[in-house]
T-cell receptor, first 111, second 114 residues
Framework: LAKTTQPISMDSYEGQEVNITCSHN???????ITWYQQFPSQGPRFIIQ???TKVTNEVASLFIPADRKSSTLSLPRVSLSDTAVYYC????????????FGRGTQLTVWP | ETGVTQSPTHLIKTRGQQVTLRCSSQ?????VSWYQQALGQGPQFIFQ???????GRGNFPPRFSGLQFPNYSSELNVNALELDDSALYLC?????????????FGPGTRLLVL
C-alpha cells in the first residue's frame, strides 16, 4: 500500500516554477524520500532522493523539513516536456527494494 | 535511456493462456524487480530477484512466477491469464537489493488479455 499522500493533479505554464508537496505522516527513521517521473507508456524514471534538508541535482530540488513529515519537489522553469506523472515514495534503506507507488500527481504544463 | 530493455513491447493473449515476459537489466546490476501497472494507477510490486533468488514478493498469486539468469536478465511468467491481468508490466534493475538503491525501469510490456 502507498504510504504517501500527494495532489492528484496540478497545472502550470511554461517557464514557471512548480512545487509538488507530498505528505509522509508515517515515515520511518530509516526511510529515504524518493521521487520518480513517468511519461505515458514509459517506465518511471528516478528524479531525486533525500533524507533530510535540501537536495539539488541538475533536474530538480527536494526540500525536506526537520520533522520529515512532508517533502516538496521543486521543478524550476518547467517546459511542455515536463508534463508527466510524479510519484513520491518512501524507500526503506534496510529492507529489500520494493517501491510503493501511489497514484502520483499528474502535472500538465501549458504553453 | 536506462539501458533496461523488455520484450515484447505489446502482447495480446486470451483468458487461460500463459505468457512469458523478458527483461535485460542494466550492465552491472544484480537485482531485478517486476511491477504491474494498471491503467490510471501507480506500479504495484510483484517480486524481486537478487542474484538468481526470489528476494521478496508482493500481493500477487502463485500463478505469477519468475526467474533470474546468471547474466541477471529475468523472466516473468503468468499462468492461467485473467482479464484483470491486462496491464503494463515493468521491470527495474538496480545495483543492489536495498530500498534506497535507485531502480532503473524499462519501457514495459503492455499485455492485453481478451
Amino acid at each position: 500500500l502507498a504510504k504517501t499522500t500527494q495532489p492528484i493533479s496540478m497545472d502550470s505554464y511554461e517557464g514557471q516554477e512548480v512545487n509538488i508537496t507530498c505528505s509522509h505522516n508515517n515515515i520511518a527513521t530509516n526511510d529515504y524520500i524518493t521521487w520518480y517521473q513517468q511519461f505515458p507508456s514509459q517506465g518511471p524514471r528516478f528524479i531525486i532522493q533525500g533524507y533530510k534538508t535540501k537536495v539539488t541535482n541538475e533536474v530538480a530540488s527536494l526540500f525536506i523539513p526537520a520533522d520529515r513529515k512532508s517533502s516538496t519537489l521543486s521543478l524550476p522553469r518547467v517546459s511542455l516536456s515536463d508534463t508527466a506523472v510524479y510519484y513520491c515514495l518512501e524507500a526503506r534503506g534496510s529492507t529489500l527494494g520494493r517501491l510503493y507507488f501511489g497514484r502520483g500527481t499528474q502535472l500538465t504544463v501549458w504553453p | 535511456e536506462t539501458g533496461v530493455t523488455q520484450s515484447p513491447t505489446h502482447l495480446i493473449k486470451t483468458r487461460g493462456q500463459q505468457v512469458t515476459l523478458r527483461c535485460s537489466s542494466q550492465s552491472g546490476h544484480n537485482t531485478v524487480s517486476w511491477y504491474q501497472q494498471a491503467l490510471g494507477q501507480g506500479p504495484q510490486f510483484i517480486f524481486q530477484y537478487y542474484r538468481e533468488e526470489e528476494n521478496g514478493r508482493g500481493n500477487f498469486p502463485p500463478r505469477f512466477s519468475g526467474l533470474q539468469f546468471p547474466n541477471y536478465s529475468s523472466e516473468l511468467n503468468v499462468n492461467a491469464l485473467e482479464l484483470d491481468d491486462s496491464a503494463l508490466y515493468l521491470c527495474a534493475s538496480s545495483l543492489g537489493q536495498g530500498g534506497q538503491e535507485t531502480q532503473y525501469f524499462g519501457p514495459g510490456t503492455r499485455l492485453l488479455v481478451l
